[in-house]
């Protein structure tokens, strides 16, 4: 047998050989202000937890780097992240002096980079397995299974992170709901107005082009001016309108955040709801029309459950958008993960910018895989469609 | 004749470029926004010197991403460096998800405060949809045309030179445009790690609760963006139907 080797694969040990051995695995302050001393593998971990990870690193060099099936690629990968994962938290303990409360352990660039690397490869792995949409909703439990297992297990806990997150354990599920809430609230409320607006774009052309014009002016408009541009009518309405200040009409806080977001998320719709009907064959169509269907029958009937996939990628790219905005509806004291990544910023605490940047991004990436299975799913000629 | 929207952006950019360089003759209509002594009009620094430096800084991330991810995505094309593209299309897919904000916080502890930080995100973050739609257009080239200019004895170069790039241009530039977008708002917020961009007169507003700064830094910006989009919107339609398309 002979070995060849892959292109891909020194780029990923050349990286996760920068990572273990030249960069710092862990960073080490006396307090939480103080800046960091740098800790390399050896020195951060227990002596049998460098072995362990240092041999599945190697490992996992041995198999990036050759041509080997993908099946064991991604075996390997997942297995030295999780060791990865598990040995920082062991580096926590083994760093902070017992009965030490002030010190902070975190994660350093070596660690980031082997994390990097690694995931290099397991999605190299994954993109050439291609899972049908079950197996990576499947694949996708298990990640966050995982993640759920070492939190709850207090594995982590000794983490920089965790400290910051135990002191404001409140807030953060305060501040989860209120994000959830912005990013599916204004979501939901643009699909109840949108998904109409789009049939009706469908069947009333002149309507369509100005609309849509409109539509896509907003989406040009970065977040932060619309929330901002937002305040001013709001803020109007909520003095003169009577109840409008009741029902939580604001100039500032979540109701232009949620304005925004609901006229962000319109386009998306109205557009793929638009074109999805346009897709529908004319064929079944004159069907319809031929077995005596009324306009509603045949919206309900055959144009909406033909164009369903089409308005779904639509609601993806709106979900995945609005979990990633909703972070800059801190700015105006509407609530959300940003609230932490601005408080991080402004005291140059990364911990606390990771705090609310982490769930962000794992929220985020959640949806798009869920919601790219359940269109895979929905589209009846899966080959067309592109997998994450 | 001029058609109508037309004639609605000449309007409106002949009336941003007024309000950037004679901010005064608008104070009327601010006003009433502000409460009795506090300004109407942003005076901290010059608007007109803000606008520029913000499109400074999203010109110069674009640049650098358009070099890089077109190279990139040529690199990924050739057959040379066929092992890279099923990661890169999934990276471009992974990367969409990271939120821009996640970015701008995130650089900040590497490079420091200022603009900095704003320009590696701008430039990571823009070199996505390039990327993405470069790989597209150069995935998607109709293989009757390749044969045929592979028949007629072109090297890759020429083939890549005069046949890939040039039919996948309008994709490509669809792409830049897009880039350029996200990118406007991405330096908005870079105020917030203290880039000068526009985005600091809506956060100084959004401090000191002066309704005026806000409207009219948000309105600057809107407009700007609108009007870039719109531009680069029309010379891809001109360079397309230069090309036939």
Same mark, same amino acid.
Not at chain 1, 244 to 266: D, E, K, M, N, Q
Not at chain 1, 268 to 292: F, Q, S
Not at chain 1, 347 to 368: I, K, N
């Given at each position: 047998m002979q070995f060849r080797v892959d292109k891909l694969g020194v780029i990923i040990a050349a990286l996760a050989a920068y990572g273990a051995f030249l960069a710092p695995f862990a960073t080490f302050r006396a307090n939480r202000i103080v800046a960091g001393e740098a800790r390399s593998i050896s020195e951060a971990l227990p002596s049998a937890w460098t072995v362990v990870v240092l041999l599945l690193v190697v490992a996992a060099v041995i198999v990036a780097v050759l041509k080997t099936p993908s099946r064991l690629r991604l075996g390997t990968a997942f297995a030295t992240i999780a060791a990865l994962a598990l040995g920082i938290g062991a580096a926590a303990g083994h760093l902070t002096p017992p009965e030490n409360t002030y010190a902070r352990v975190s994660p350093a660039s070596g660690f980031w980079i082997l994390l990097f690397a690694l995931g290099l490869l397991a999605a190299d792995?994954?993109?050439?397995?291609?899972?049908?949409?079950?197996?990576?909703?499947?694949?996708?439990?298990?990640v966050l299974g995982f993640i759920a297992a070492v939190l709850t297990s207090g594995?982590?806990?000794?983490?920089?992170?965790?400290?910051?997150?135990?002191?404001?354990?409140?807030?953060?599920?305060?501040?989860?709901?209120?994000?959830?809430?912005? *990013?599916?609230?204004?979501?939901?409320? *643009?699909?109840?107005?949108?998904?109409?607006?789009?049939?009706?774009?469908?069947?009333?052309?002149?309507?369509?082009?100005?609309?849509?014009?409109?539509?896509?002016?907003?989406?040009?408009?970065?977040?932060?001016?619309?929330?901002?541009?937002?305040?001013?009518?709001?803020?109007?309405?909520?003095?003169?309108?009577?109840?409008?200040?009741?029902?939580?009409?604001?100039?500032?806080?979540?109701?232009?955040?949620?304005?925004?977001?609901?006229?962000?998320?319109?386009?998306?719709?109205?557009?793929?709801?638009?074109?999805?009907?346009?897709?529908?064959?004319?064929?079944?169509?004159?069907?319809?029309?031929?077995?005596?269907?009324?306009?509603?029958?045949?919206?309900?009937?055959?144009?909406?459950?033909?164009?369903?996939?089409?308005?779904?990628?639509?609601?993806?790219?709106v979900l995945v958008q609005n979990i990633g905005l909703a972070t800059i509806a801190a700015l105006i004291g509407g609530g959300g993960f940003g609230v932490f990544v601005f408080q991080g910023v402004g005291?140059?605490?990364?911990?606390?910018?990771?705090?609310?940047?982490?769930?962000?991004?794992?929220?985020?990436?959640? *949806?798009?895989?869920?919601?790219?299975?359940?269109?895979?799913?929905?589209?009846?000629?899966?080959?067309q469609v592109q997998s994450a | 004749m001029l058609r109508l929207p037309t004639l609605f952006r000449l309007v409106a950019f002949a009336v941003l470029i007024a309000f950037l360089? !004679?901010? !005064?003759?608008?104070?009327?209509?601010?006003?009433?926004?502000? !409460?009795?002594?506090?300004?109407?009009?942003?005076?901290?620094?010059?608007?007109? !010197?803000?606008?520029?430096?913000?499109?400074?800084?999203?010109?110069?991330?674009?640049?650098g991403a358009i070099v890089v991810a077109l190279a990139l995505a040529i690199l990924v094309t050739r057959s040379s460096g066929a092992e890279f593209l099923p990661l890169s299309r999934s990276l471009v897919n992974i990367g969409q998800?990271?939120?821009?904000?996640?970015?701008?916080?995130?650089?900040?502890?590497?490079?420091?405060?200022?603009?900095?930080?704003?320009?590696?995100?701008?430039?990571?973050?823009?070199?996505?949809?390039?990327?993405?739609?470069?790989?597209?257009?150069?995935?998607?080239?109709p293989p009757s045309i390749m044969e045929a200019a592979r028949g007629t004895g072109m090297t890759g170069r020429q083939r890549l030179m005069k046949i890939e790039l040039p039919l996948a241009m309008p994709v490509i530039l669809a792409g830049i445009r897009l880039s350029v977008v996200i990118s406007l708002a991405t330096a908005t917020i870079g105020s917030t790690v203290a880039a000068r961009t526009l985005g600091e007169v809506i956060i100084a507003g959004l401090q000191s609760n002066n309704l005026a700064f806000v409207v009219q830094g948000g309105l600057i910006v809107a407009v700007l963006a609108v009007l870039i989009h719109d531009a680069l919107q029309a010379a891809e339609r001109s360079i397309g139907s230069r090309m036939g398309r």
């Open positions: 792995a994954l993109a050439r397995l291609r899972p049908s949409p079950l197996v990576r909703v499947l694949f996708l439990s298990a594995t982590w806990d000794g983490l920089s992170l965790l400290k910051e997150y135990a002191s404001r354990a409140d807030t953060f599920w305060a501040e989860a709901g209120k994000h959830v809430t912005l *990013a599916l609230g204004s979501l939901a409320a *643009a699909t109840i107005v949108g998904i109409p607006l789009g049939v009706l774009c469908h069947r009333v052309t002149r309507l369509r082009d100005g609309l849509l014009g409109v539509l896509n002016a907003i989406q040009t408009i970065p977040s932060i001016a619309l929330f901002g541009i937002l305040i001013a009518p709001l803020g109007w309405i909520a003095i003169h309108v009577p109840g409008a200040a009741a029902i939580g009409i604001r100039g500032i806080g979540t109701a232009p955040a949620f304005v925004a977001l609901f006229l962000y998320s319109l386009l998306p719709v109205v557009a793929n709801t638009v074109v999805g009907l346009a897709g529908v064959p004319r064929e079944a169509n004159d069907a319809a029309r031929g077995i005596g269907m009324t306009d509603f029958q045949r919206l309900v009937g055959i144009e909406f459950p033909l164009a369903f996939p089409v308005i779904l990628t639509g609601i993806r790219i005291q140059t605490a990364m911990d606390l910018v990771l705090l609310g940047a982490v769930p962000t991004v794992l929220l985020a990436f959640t *949806a798009a895989i869920v919601l790219d299975a359940m269109i895979e799913m929905a589209t009846p000629n899966r080959s | 360089v !004679q901010p !005064q003759w608008f104070e009327p209509l601010l006003r009433p926004l502000v !409460q009795e002594n506090a300004p109407a009009i942003y005076n901290q620094g010059s608007l007109l !010197q803000l606008t520029l430096l913000h499109l400074r800084t999203v010109a110069i991330a674009t640049a998800t990271f939120p821009p904000v996640a970015v701008l916080a995130l650089a900040v502890p590497i490079f420091g405060f200022g603009e900095k930080p704003t320009l590696i995100a701008l430039f990571l973050y823009g070199l996505l949809p390039i990327f993405e739609n470069a790989l597209t257009g150069l995935t998607t080239l």
